[in-house]
């Protein structure tokens, strides 16, 4: 059964930084290139940022590049997002999901407010 777990969320300050983690079984995970996905609240799904199964390609959405940072641990199978100068447009829940697999799991909430 695959699961992802997302963890790391919270409330912070504009200006402000939060590390997420994604913690995947359940699937080969280093076969796989693994994305960040966010839904704000009345919004649809939006990609984030993304790192092919090696971990040394990465991509990122216009609204976060500079700001985000994608990394992965194959041998503990997880997936990180550090997230710096957090923006209240960040807010959304935040989901990791493998490329080709619809799994998303149960993601975690970021909340940027003063």
């Known amino acids: 059964e695959v699961q992802l777990v997302a963890s790391g969320g919270g409330l912070v300050q504009p200006g402000g930084s939060l590390r997420l983690s994604c913690a995947a079984s359940?699937?080969?995970?280093?076969?796989?290139?693994m994305k960040w996905v966010r839904q704000a609240p009345g919004k649809g799904p939006e990609w984030v940022s993304e790192i092919n199964s090696g971990g040394k390609t990465t991509y990122y959405a216009d609204s976060v590049k500079g700001r985000f940072t994608i990394s992965r641990d194959n041998a503990k199978n997880t997936l990180n997002l550090q997230m710096n100068s957090l923006k209240p447009e960040d807010t959304a829940v935040y989901y990791c999901t493998p490329e080709g697999l619809d799994y998303w799991g149960q993601g975690t909430q970021v909340t940027v407010s003063s």
């Open positions: 359940g699937f080969t995970f280093g076969n796989y290139t």
